[in-house]
């Protein structure tokens, strides 16, 4: 079944969506089969497997928003499917129990998917050159991303447990790119070329808006995070829905008055973070 899949994308010739189909026909004809995962490419082939499917936006750092988003949530473990959609670290302060945290969900279920953000891949661009025992490298791209405060994090975890700070590293290092659940729903952090392949895009994919906002044409809904909705309106709170399918529920993690948000993907409604004047630090 692999060396097909490989063959198949060897031609070059399959878009991305059309690379989703043949496997996920693939993996239909192997029954008890729920969820693939194979070089960051996530096929869940039956979506009526799970009671919801949930999708939480961008987090940055900001655990106290996260926690007070997961009170809402009636998340089961057992039925849901759970996906992350990537920056989980950068901007606020507490991205090591962000990290914890979602670490934690994903080892109690093997339905939690985690995506990775360009945050994430920012940061795995630090490591492959710098080390979190030396000072912070302030000239780095990643620092002027909000990096330092993900930094100083990192650092505090280092210093009372190495072991966990690597546990987190690979963590970020094992983070999928994109998820396709059945027939309807696509995810993935910030979008996708619809005309290239998988393979030619799984980098600048974290990274794309107009593009992908002007082009994508697919009839499968994609949640995505990335841009905070507050970009496109001052006043919104609540994730948006583009006219073709795309859902974006990024909402402002970071922002003043932001909220995180998970999305009941498919009633189309969604909890959220509590204002933050019940989380004032003094
Ligand atoms: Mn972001």
Known sequence: ?????????????????EEIKAKRQQLRQSPGETISREGGLVIVPDATAFRHILAVGDIHGNWLRLLSLWQHVPYDPQQDLLVFLGDYIDRGDY????????MELAEKSPHVITLTGNHEAMMLHYFQ??????PMDLNHGWMRSGGQATFASLARVYQQDPGRYHAMLEFVLSL??????GEDYIFTHAGFLPRQSYE?????MLWIRTEFYEEYAGDETVVIGHTPVQ?????RHHPLMFRNHIIDCDT???????????????KMTCW??????MFQED
């Open 176 to 181: 999928d790119h994109l998820a396709s659940v």
């Open 129 to 134: 050159d710098h080390s979190i025992r030396e």
């Open 1 to 17: 079944m692999t060396a097909f899949y490989l063959a198949q994308r060897g031609t070059g010739t399959m878009t991305i969506l």
């Open 231 to 235: 970009c496109f309106d001052v006043n």
């Open 95 to 102: 991205s090591a129990e962000v990290l914890e945290m979602v």
């Open 200 to 204: 030619e895009q799984v980098d600048d």
């Open 272 to 277: 959220q973070s509590d204002p933050d004047d």
């Open 252 to 266: 402002g993690s970071y922002l003043p008055g932001g909220h995180i948000s998970c999305l009941n993907v498919k």
